[in-house]
């Protein structure tokens, strides 16, 4: 078995955007009422770590949004966007966030860890330098890149991102650099309407923007091909030095907010295959951070199928669950391109990467 990191506080359960709010207390709760049990919780190691500090997260954010962040504390509540609104322990919580991945890529690069999942609130992939925005406060897995780019002169880091939504934030953290590159997968179009196929990066950093627009209605087969067909290679040819992933459980089939319908296993595959990508090029360096995910069976169900995978065993006696059958793995393991999308992603990722 790995040793796999759990980054959690219960701080992350204290950021409430209030009632009614799809970004609600619960989603995360599901997951730490689990994995806090004694017979979960003793095959994952629990690293201490504390906020990041304030030159990390200029590595991605200006001054005026940190500031409009921080007036928010010790306020009951305050709404930086029509969606995003905060609580009073909100900057606090979105500060730990940022210092849970820095703290993971940090064990990661000291070979102190062999993998780990961020299991944080509030989620980041949508906050741009100066705004925040979709339920997002601070680039949590941006900050982590450029933590690993300029703290461990790393000149290769892969960000691949599943979740429902496209990551504006981290797209436009790293659209003119080769430093990170940066692949998505999302429903499109939809919000925030951005993530088009075109959109492949500027200057030096032409092509290492990758985006895979989807319709609504893949599951797990489909995300399979593009993971076998897209993915994988694209990354064997850039050969990262460390591999980071926006999880969004919101493709889980019958979430509110969107029309995809993963279930755990193939959350479970991406895993795997993600996990053998960064044992054949990084020294399995792969670093979780959690996004979005509004059904909390999906949310449940796709994280402890991730933690699974990281660990490599499964976390109950009952072997069938949330860990992912070989013989499933073989058939997901031969699935390719049966889409028009996923052709058309293919052509012009092979425009500029030899896959």
């Known amino acids: 078995m790995k040793t796999t990191a759990i980054f959690k506080d219960d701080l992350f359960l ?6 009614n709010h799809p970004e609600r207390i619960d989603r995360l709760r599901v997951i730490y009422d689990f994995i806090e049990k004694p017979e979960h919780k003793k095959k994952f190691v629990f690293p201490d770590f504390g906020p990041a500090d304030p030159e990390h997260l200029e590595q991605n954010h200006g001054d005026a949004l940190i500031r409009r962040v921080a007036d928010t504390s010790g306020r009951r509540y305050d ?20 210092g849970a991945v820095i703290k993971g890529v940090d064990l990661l690069m000291e ?13 980041g992939h949508h906050a741009e330098r100066d705004r925040a925005m979709g339920f997002c406060l601070f680039n949590n897995i941006a900050v982590a890149a450029w933590h690993g780019a300029i703290s461990h002169n790393l000149e290769r880091i892969m960000i691949i991102d599943w979740d429902l939504h496209h990551g504006n934030g981290t797209q436009f953290s790293f659209y003119d650099t080769s430093k990170v590159l940066y692949l998505s997968t999302h429903q499109f179009p939809y ?37 076998n067909d897209i993915v994988i290679p694209v990354g064997r040819a850039y050969r990262p030095e460390l ?33 053998g990508l960064a044992d054949e090029v990084c020294q399995g360096r792969l670093l ?21 995978e990281l660990r490599g065993g499964p976390l109950t006696d009952d072997d069938s669950e949330f860990y992912l059958d070989d013989d499933l793995a073989e058939q997901f393991k031969n699935s390719h391109n049966s889409h028009d999308a996923i052709g058309r992603a293919l052509e012009v990722a092979g425009n500029h990467w030899n896959i």
């Open 14 to 19: 204290m950021h409430d955007p209030g009632p």
């Open 79 to 98: 709404y930086l966007d029509q969606d995003t609104a905060t609580s009073a322990k909100s900057y606090e919580a979105a500060l730990l966030a940022a």
């Open 111 to 123: 070979g102190d860890i062999d993998n780990g999942f961020a299991l944080v609130r509030p989620p």
């Open 191 to 227: 919000y925030p309407g951005t993530g088009a196929l075109q959109e492949t990066g500027t200057g030096e950093g032409t092509g290492y923007t990758v985006n895979v627009p989807l319709p609504g209605g893949f599951g797990d087969r489909e995300y399979a091909a593009i993971f």
């Open 243 to 275: 591999i980071l992933v926006s999880a969004g459980f919101d493709i889980y089939h019958g979430d509110p907010l969107g029309s995809m319908s993963v279930g755990p296993a193939g959350f479970a595959y991406m895993t795997r295959a993600l996990l």
């Open 288 to 308: 979780v951070t959690l996004e979005g995910g509004y059904n909390l069976k999906g949310q449940r169900d796709g994280a402890l199928a991730v933690l699974s």
